[in-house]
């Protein structure tokens, strides 16, 4: 790798091991083309999202907005929040998070450890997503506070930015050799964030947003859904992060699929997180049409280690309908097809 983005052989913050994410094929064609996957869960808490959080606190500090023992205020559904508690242990910030239920358990318990203090928009036990409802608490809870920043990470410039880097290396890594970048499309900062900076590099390649079923950024039905950390929930703003001119198609995939896809990559031996299986799930879906030679990269924005007691937990799936078990062997029998070849 290019010294110039290659990380030190030892590092005294836990911010500077950010980065550097390696690249995995998952599977590829008999034409030649191929499935990359951007493994971001290799990042610090074990996820993309603390690219974003270390770049709003940069952009706090130099703009005078957080000096010396101020405070952080963020509504997160967990993977951000998990960013900002260790960028604010760091630097020595006290981090709230505005939080519900429907976020995944270890990423709460998770924020707690690293020294967050959590506050619960509803604490009545029920997994309803209620990003409005947060998003105007944390907004309360920092307004008119002296030192105390809400990073609104759906309308923050800087979250777009943390993702520059990550054109950079897949840009290194693969020489340029790029034709479909797919990604999920939540607050619109990874993915956009990452085309905008791509296409100074790379002018000619594609770019595909997932949300899931029941999300209102390519427009509805809406509904809920279960998979967390991503889509713009009804009642919930589109954020000015997702920049519709940067994505050149935008789909759904719903629970059950991309939950199923979540659990046939497990048994390749990777655990990727709920969200990333609805991104795997319309990659796979495209793979075997795509012009011979193709190189689609997926971002795999976290890992499967913090849906164990979701995801991968057989009860809590059934309980919610969420298992097709067929959904999963087509997944399994396309998988072993094509990692054979």
């Not at 996957?37 to 907005?65: F, H, Q």
């Not at 318990?109 to 409802?133: I, N």
């Not at 034709?179 to 619109?188: F, M, S």
């Not at 659990?263 to 997180?273: E, Q, S």
């Amino acid at each position: 790798m290019n010294q110039a983005l290659a990380r030190p052989a030892v590092v005294t913050r836990i911010s500077q091991l950010i980065g550097y994410t390696p690249l995995l094929e998952l599977c590829r064609t008999e034409t030649g083309s191929r499935l990359l996957l951007k493994l971001e869960m290799y990042n610090p808490t074990g996820t993309a999202k603390i690219r974003m959080a270390r770049a709003m606190v940069d952009a706090a500090e130099e703009s005078g907005e957080l000096r010396p023992g101020g405070r952080i205020v963020e509504s997160t559904s967990g993977n951000t929040g998990l960013g900002l508690a260790v960028i604010a242990a760091e630097r020595g910030y006290a981090f709230t998070a505005v939080v519900d239920n429907h976020a995944a358990a270890d990423k709460l318990r998770g924020m707690k450890a690293l020294g967050t203090e959590l506050v619960y928009v509803v604490d009545d036990g029920t997994e309803e997503l209620a990003t409005a409802a947060r998003e105007e608490l944390a907004e309360d809870m920092a307004r008119g506070q002296d030192n105390t920043i809400f990073t609104e990470q759906h309308n923050n410039p800087a979250n777009g930015v943390g993702y520059f880097p990550v054109a950079h290396e897949l840009h290194q890594a693969l020489d340029g050799d790029i034709d479909i970048l797919i990604g999920a499309v939540g607050t619109g900062g990874a993915l956009c964030g990452t085309t905008r900076e791509l296409r100074k590099l790379l002018p000619d390649f594609t770019t595909i947003g997932v949300e899931p079923k029941g999300s209102i950024a390519f427009g509805g039905p809406a509904h809920d859904y279960y998979q967390s950390g991503t889509g713009t929930p009804e009642g919930a703003e589109i954020g000015a992060l997702v920049d519709f001119d940067l994505i050149d198609e935008g789909v759904k995939v719903g629970d059950i699929e991309a939950f199923a896809t979540a659990r046939a990559v497990a048994r390749t031996g990777l655990l990727i997180g709920g969200p990333a299986g609805g991104v795997v799930h319309e990659a796979l879906t495209r793979l075997p049409s795509l012009p011979p030679g193709t190189t689609m990269v997926a971002l795999v924005n976290d890992g499967g280690e913090k849906y164990l007691d979701t995801v991968f937990n057989d009860e809590w799936m059934n309980a919610r309908n969420l298992i097709d078990h067929s959904v999963e062997r087509e997944i399994d029998e396309q998988l072993t097809k094509l990692r054979r070849i």
